[in-house]
C-alpha cells in the first residue's frame, strides 16, 4: 500500500508540478521551515560579523596620542581601580587586596598606554602582513571609517530590496555574501594602501550588507505561516547573536595575535558558510527540492488570501501608493529611531567602554556583547507573546505593534539617559546599557512586524526602503560621537550628551508610530495586472479588489 503523501506525490507530479516523490516518502524530523530559520538566522550573523569588524577594530589599528590621563573627566587610573576595588570589599569585607588592585591597575594602565605609544606605520612603508603597527589616522579618520559601513549601507537596502523582487533572495544573499566575504578579507591590505582604499571597501561591504535583511524579509513572507511570522522574524536576530561573539571574538583575536587577524579569520569563515547557503537555501516552498508535500500545502494554505505564491514584477510594484501611505511613512520614522539606538551601540559603545570607562580591549568587548544577548533573550520572548496575542485575538494586530513600541522605544530611551548620570559607576553603566537594548527586542513585534502586516507581498521591498532611511543614523553618528565626544578625550560629560540625543530620537520617532501606525493590511498589497485598465493600474487596485482588513 501506498502512503497518502506518495500518491498526492504522484498525482501532483502528473499535473505537472514539480514535487520530488523521494522528498514525500518520510517525515522530516524537523520542517524545512526550520532550516530555512537556521539559515537566515545565520545570513544575519555573518553580515554583522562584517559590519562590526572596523567599530572593533579601529581602537587597536589608530594609534591613540598621548594625553593626561588624570584630568581629562576620563574614568582611568585612580577611578577605575577604586572601582574594583569597592567590588571586591562588597564581595569579601575582610580582604586585604585593596593595595594589591591599585597596583595592579596602574601597572595595567602604563602597560596599555605604553602599548598606544607603539610607533605608528609610516606613510610610505612597503606592504607587510601580520606587522600589527598601528596608523597614525586622526580621530576625524577613524570616525569616517566607521561610517563609511552605512554610507554603503543606505542604498544597499534599497538595492537588495530591488534584487529580491527581481532575483529571489536566495541568489541575492549568495553573491553579495561572497563580495563582502572576499573584500574583507583583503582588508589589511588595502589598509597599508591608504586609509582612503579602506573607507571605500567599507562602503562596499555596506551595499552588501544592506541586501541582507530587505532578502530575508521576502523569505520570512513565502515561509512562514501568519501564526509563525513574529518566530520567524526572530530568526533575524542573527546579527545580534553574531555581535555578542564578533566583539569578544575580534577584540580577543586582536588583543591575542594582531589586529590584522580580526580580518581575516571571520573572513574565512563567511566562505565556509556561503557554500551551505547555496546548498539549504530556497526562495519559497514551491521552489525548494527537499520540502515534503505536507509541509508545502500546509505553509500554502495558511498563506492563503494574504500571500501569493508567485513572484511580484517591478510592473505590479505599487511605489506611489507605497511613498504616500501614512502608516507606511509612520512605519519608516519608527524604523529609523530602532536604528538609530542600534547603530549607537554597534558604532560607539566600543569606544564609550574602552576610551571613556577605561576598560581593556578584551574585557570591553566581553561587556559590550552583553546587551546584544539581552536583546536575543527579550527578543524571543516578546515574539513569543506577540504570536500568541494574534492566534488568540486577544487585542488588534495595529494596537498591538502600538504598545510593542513602549518596550521596543521608549523603556530603551529613558535608560539611554540614566546611563550619562552614573559617571564612572561602571557597574550601573552596564547594567543600564543592558536594559536598554534588551528591551529594545520587543522591534520584533512592533516596528521589524509592521511591514509583513501592511503588505506581505512586498515585504522584503518595503523592508529595503525602511531600511535605507533608518541607516542614515549609522551615517550621521560616527561623525556626531567625535565631534562631540572624540575630540575632546571622550569625557563622561560629552558622552551624557550623545545619551539624551540618542534618547529623543527613540522616544520621538515612537510617538510619530503612535499616531500614524497601523496593522491593517493595505490595499496596494495585492498584485496588480501589469495588462490591466490604465485606470486600475494607476490605482494599484482592480474592481475586485477587497478594502483594508485587519489582520489577526
Same mark, same amino acid.
Not at 271 to 290: C, K, M, R, T, Y
Given at each position: 500500500m501506498y502512503s497518502e503523501s506518495i500518491v498526492k506525490s504522484v498525482m501532483n507530479q502528473e499535473c505537472g508540478e514539480?514535487? #520530488?516523490?523521494?522528498?514525500?516518502?518520510?517525515?522530516?524530523?524537523?520542517?524545512?521551515?526550520?532550516?530555512?530559520? =537556521?539559515?537566515?538566522?545565520?545570513?544575519c550573523w555573518t553580515s554583522y560579523a562584517c559590519r562590526l569588524q572596523i567599530p572593533i577594530l579601529v581602537v587597536p589599528m589608530i594609534r591613540e596620542p598621548p594625553r593626561n590621563i588624570t584630568n581629562d573627566g576620563v574614568?582611568?587610573?585612580?577611578?577605575?581601580?577604586?572601582?574594583?576595588?569597592?567590588?571586591?570589599? !562588597?564581595?569579601?569585607?575582610? &580582604?586585604?587586596l585593596e593595595n594589591y588592585i591599585l597596583e595592579e591597575q596602574d601597572d595595567k594602565v602604563l602597560r596599555s598606554l605604553h602599548r598606544r605609544?607603539?610607533?605608528?606605520?609610516?606613510?610610505?612603508?612597503?606592504?607587510?602582513?601580520?606587522?600589527?603597527?598601528?596608523?597614525?589616522?586622526?580621530?576625524?579618520?577613524?570616525g569616517q571609517l566607521i561610517a563609511a559601513y552605512a554610507y554603503g549601507n543606505v542604498p544597499g537596502n534599497f538595492i537588495g530590496g530591488w534584487l529580491s523582487l527581481r532575483y529571489g533572495p536566495r541568489r541575492t544573499v549568495l553573491w553579495t555574501s561572497l563580495v563582502a566575504a572576499i573584500i574583507s578579507l583583503v582588508s589589511p591590505i588595502l589598509?597599508?594602501?591608504?586609509?582612503?582604499? !579602506?573607507?571605500?571597501?567599507?562602503?562596499?561591504?555596506?551595499?552588501?550588507?544592506?541586501v541582507i535583511f530587505p532578502s530575508c524579509h521576502t523569505m520570512v513572507a513565502k515561509w512562514a505561516p501568519p501564526h509563525e511570522?513574529?518566530?520567524?522574524?526572530? &530568526?533575524?536576530?542573527?546579527?545580534?547573536?553574531?555581535?555578542?561573539?564578533?566583539? #569578544?571574538m575580534i577584540a580577543g583575536i586582536a588583543e591575542s595575535m594582531n589586529w590584522e587577524s580580526g580580518w581575516y579569520i571571520p573572513s574565512i569563515l563567511m566562505l565556509v558558510w556561503i557554500g551551505v547557503w547555496a546548498i539549504v537555501a530556497f526562495?519559497?516552498?514551491?521552489?525548494? #527540492?527537499?520540502?515534503?508535500?505536507?509541509?508545502?500545502?500546509?505553509?500554502?494554505?495558511?498563506?492563503?488570501?494574504?500571500?501569493?505564491?508567485?513572484?511580484?514584477?517591478?510592473?505590479?510594484?505599487?511605489?506611489?501608493?507605497?511613498?504616500? %501611505?501614512?502608516?507606511? !511613512?509612520?512605519?519608516v520614522t519608527c524604523h529609523f529611531g530602532n536604528l538609530f539606538l542600534l547603530f549607537f551601540y554597534q558604532n560607539s559603545l566600543m569606544l564609550y567602554l574602552t576610551k571613556a570607562l577605561g576598560f581593556q580591549l578584551t574585557r570591553g568587548?566581553? =561587556?559590550?556583547?552583553? #546587551?546584544?544577548?539581552?536583546r536575543m533573550l527579550f527578543g524571543f520572548f516578546f515574539s513569543w507573546a506577540g504570536d500568541t496575542i494574534k492566534q488568540k485575538q486577544i487585542i488588534s494586530v495595529t494596537l498591538l505593534r502600538k504598545l510593542a513600541t513602549i518596550f521596543s522605544h521608549f523603556i530603551p530611551g529613558v535608560f539611554l539617559i540614566l546611563v550619562g548620570y552614573v559617571?564612572?559607576?561602571?557597574?550601573?553603566?552596564?547594567?543600564?546599557?543592558?536594559?536598554?537594548?534588551?528591551? *529594545?527586542?520587543?522591534? !520584533?513585534?512592533?516596528?521589524?512586524?509592521? *511591514?509583513?502586516?501592511?503588505?506581505? *507581498?512586498?515585504?522584503?521591498?518595503?523592508?529595503?526602503?525602511?531600511?535605507?532611511?533608518?541607516?542614515?543614523?549609522?551615517?550621521?553618528?560616527?561623525?556626531?560621537?567625535?565631534? =562631540?565626544?572624540?575630540?575632546?578625550?571622550?569625557?563622561?560629560?560629552?558622552?551624557?550628551?550623545?545619551?539624551?540625543?540618542?534618547?529623543?530620537?527613540?522616544?520621538? %520617532?515612537? =510617538?510619530?508610530?503612535?499616531?500614524?501606525? %497601523?496593522?491593517?493590511i493595505q490595499s496596494w498589497n495585492e498584485l496588480r495586472p501589469i495588462d490591466g485598465p490604465r485606470e486600475d493600474v494607476e490605482a494599484g487596485q482592480t474592481k475586485k479588489e477587497p478594502t483594508d482588513t485587519t489582520q489577526t
Amino acid at each position: 500500500m501506498y502512503s497518502e503523501s506518495i500518491v498526492k506525490s504522484v498525482m501532483n507530479q502528473e499535473c505537472g508540478e514539480r514535487t #520530488p516523490l523521494i522528498a514525500s516518502r518520510k517525515k522530516r524530523w524537523m520542517p524545512m521551515r526550520i532550516w530555512i530559520c =537556521v539559515m537566515m538566522f545565520t545570513a544575519c550573523w555573518t553580515s554583522y560579523a562584517c559590519r562590526l569588524q572596523i567599530p572593533i577594530l579601529v581602537v587597536p589599528m589608530i594609534r591613540e596620542p598621548p594625553r593626561n590621563i588624570t584630568n581629562d573627566g576620563v574614568c582611568f587610573v585612580d577611578d577605575g581601580a577604586r572601582r574594583r576595588r569597592d567590588v571586591f570589599n !562588597l564581595l569579601d569585607p575582610g &580582604s586585604n587586596l585593596e593595595n594589591y588592585i591599585l597596583e595592579e591597575q596602574d601597572d595595567k594602565v602604563l602597560r596599555s598606554l605604553h602599548r598606544r605609544q607603539i610607533e605608528a606605520r609610516p606613510p610610505d612603508a612597503p606592504i607587510e602582513l601580520f606587522s600589527g603597527q598601528p596608523f597614525d589616522w586622526t580621530p576625524t579618520v577613524r570616525g569616517q571609517l566607521i561610517a563609511a559601513y552605512a554610507y554603503g549601507n543606505v542604498p544597499g537596502n534599497f538595492i537588495g530590496g530591488w534584487l529580491s523582487l527581481r532575483y529571489g533572495p536566495r541568489r541575492t544573499v549568495l553573491w553579495t555574501s561572497l563580495v563582502a566575504a572576499i573584500i574583507s578579507l583583503v582588508s589589511p591590505i588595502l589598509a597599508q594602501l591608504h586609509w582612503g582604499a !579602506l573607507l571605500f571597501s567599507r562602503i562596499i561591504v555596506g551595499i552588501t550588507g544592506g541586501v541582507i535583511f530587505p532578502s530575508c524579509h521576502t523569505m520570512v513572507a513565502k515561509w512562514a505561516p501568519p501564526h509563525e511570522r513574529a518566530r520567524f522574524l526572530w &530568526s533575524l536576530l542573527g546579527g545580534t547573536f553574531g555581535t555578542i561573539l564578533t566583539y #569578544p571574538m575580534i577584540a580577543g583575536i586582536a588583543e591575542s595575535m594582531n589586529w590584522e587577524s580580526g580580518w581575516y579569520i571571520p573572513s574565512i569563515l563567511m566562505l565556509v558558510w556561503i557554500g551551505v547557503w547555496a546548498i539549504v537555501a530556497f526562495d519559497s516552498p514551491n521552489e525548494h #527540492p527537499g520540502i515534503t508535500v505536507e509541509e508545502k500545502e500546509y505553509i500554502i494554505t495558511m498563506q492563503a488570501g494574504t500571500v501569493r505564491p508567485e513572484k511580484p514584477k517591478w510592473e505590479q510594484t505599487p511605489c506611489r501608493q507605497i511613498m504616500t %501611505s501614512v502608516p507606511f !511613512l509612520s512605519l519608516v520614522t519608527c524604523h529609523f529611531g530602532n536604528l538609530f539606538l542600534l547603530f549607537f551601540y554597534q558604532n560607539s559603545l566600543m569606544l564609550y567602554l574602552t576610551k571613556a570607562l577605561g576598560f581593556q580591549l578584551t574585557r570591553g568587548g566581553i =561587556v559590550a556583547g552583553l #546587551p546584544w544577548g539581552g536583546r536575543m533573550l527579550f527578543g524571543f520572548f516578546f515574539s513569543w507573546a506577540g504570536d500568541t496575542i494574534k492566534q488568540k485575538q486577544i487585542i488588534s494586530v495595529t494596537l498591538l505593534r502600538k504598545l510593542a513600541t513602549i518596550f521596543s522605544h521608549f523603556i530603551p530611551g529613558v535608560f539611554l539617559i540614566l546611563v550619562g548620570y552614573v559617571g564612572c559607576d561602571f557597574v550601573l553603566a552596564n547594567v543600564f546599557l543592558f536594559f536598554a537594548l534588551s528591551f *529594545n527586542g520587543a522591534a !520584533l513585534i512592533s516596528n521589524l512586524s509592521n *511591514n509583513q502586516d501592511l503588505a506581505p *507581498n512586498f515585504a522584503g521591498f518595503l523592508y529595503g526602503i525602511m531600511n535605507t532611511v533608518g541607516t542614515i543614523s549609522g551615517m550621521i553618528i560616527p561623525p556626531i560621537v567625535e565631534e =562631540v565626544a572624540g575630540k575632546h578625550g571622550n569625557p563622561i560629560d560629552r558622552w551624557q550628551i550623545l545619551f539624551w540625543m540618542g534618547a529623543a530620537v527613540c522616544i520621538g %520617532s515612537m =510617538v510619530i508610530f503612535l499616531f500614524g501606525g %497601523s496593522g491593517n493590511i493595505q490595499s496596494w498589497n495585492e498584485l496588480r495586472p501589469i495588462d490591466g485598465p490604465r485606470e486600475d493600474v494607476e490605482a494599484g487596485q482592480t474592481k475586485k479588489e477587497p478594502t483594508d482588513t485587519t489582520q489577526t
